[in-house]
Nanobody, 127 residues
Framework: QVQLVESGGGSVQAGGSLRLSCAAS????????MGWFRQAPGKEREFVAA????????YYADPVKGRFTISRDNAKNTVYLQMNSLKPEDTAVYYC????????????????????WGQGTQVTVSS
């Protein structure tokens, strides 16, 4: 049974940084692409970033390009999201998810492409 557990969320002032971690257990972590999504109150869950099985390919949503970096350590079964220059509009619950395939595709931003989800971690950015 696949389990994904996020950590690293918290409260930070605008301009600050946080690093989220997502530890995976069950299944073969290195065989799948991984992604991060976020959901703000009253809004749909939206795509943030994704990384291929090897870490060789990454993809970001436009609002976070240049500020967030996704990475993975297959030896530790963990995916990370380094978030810099945080803005109040980044406030949301952040979820990691395991994609149904190893590589990033045109459908990488679609939630339906992800078969397993973590419970989420809250990120709050104050102005």
């Amino acid at each position: 049974q696949v389990q994904l557990v996020e950590s690293g969320g918290g409260s930070v002032q605008a301009g600050g940084s946080l690093r989220l971690s997502c530890a995976a257990s069950g299944g073969t972590f290195s065989s799948y692409a991984m992604g991060w999504f976020r959901q703000a109150p009253g809004k749909e869950r939206e795509f943030v970033a994704a990384i291929s099985w090897s870490g060789g390919t990454t993809y970001y949503a436009d609002p976070v390009k240049g500020r967030f970096t996704i990475s993975r350590d297959n030896a530790k079964n963990t995916v990370y999201l380094q978030m810099n220059s945080l803005k109040p509009e980044d406030t949301a619950v952040y979820y990691c998810a395991r994609k149904r395939s190893a590589d990033l595709t045109i459908a990488t931003m679609w939630r339906v492409e992800y078969g397993y989800w973590g419970q989420g971690t809250q990120v709050t950015v104050s102005s």
